[in-house]
């Protein structure tokens, strides 16, 4: 026996063909499994970025709409502190127009301002929740 042969593990030793076979199916079957598993995640990755995707858009859309509202709004307010500005007589009733005027629209711009914000922190986490759940079930395995 040489020297090598006493380092080497005995079912290395006895090379046969049943043990090249049996050692091929374990890596063969190994193989296959880490596969599906990674196909099965690369899957779930895609339907929550799918998710993602859909919430943005969803988000993008009703945050338009919000601020086209909020636009239009103090479009309205404008044209009718202009039209206020028409049967004024005195220079008193223009400061007094023009007071009143700005204190409401800062009012009304705070709100809309408050509104869209909290719409946006609503967005970002619609879209953000989708790619958080898979990324805790990607590691939780590994915890």
């Known amino acids: 026996m040489s020297k090598i042969d006493t380092l080497l593990p005995a079912e290395i030793t006895q090379f046969s063909s049943e043990n090249v076979r049996k050692a091929a199916e ?3 079957s190994q193989t296959r499994e880490a596969f599906e598993k990674l196909n099965a995640s690369g899957r779930s990755a895609a339907g929550s970025f799918d998710a993602s995707a859909v919430a943005v858009a969803r988000g993008v859309s009703e945050f338009n709409a919000k601020a086209f509202e909020a636009f239009r709004a103090n479009t309205g307010a ?3 502190f202009l039209a206020s500005l028409a049967g ?3 220079p008193a009733e223009i400061v007094a127009l023009q007071s009143d005027f700005a204190g ?3 009012k009304a711009m705070s709100e809309q301002a408050r509104d869209l914000s909290a719409l946006t922190r609503r967005i970002a986490a619609d879209c953000i929740e989708p790619i958080k759940s898979q ?3 990607a590691f ?4």
């Open 78 to 80: 404008a044209f009718d």
């Open 140 to 143: 939780k395995p590994l915890a």
């Open 135 to 137: 990324l805790e079930k």
């Open 88 to 90: 004024v007589t005195s």
């Open 104 to 106: 409401k629209q800062f």
């Open 26 to 28: 374990r890596g063969v």
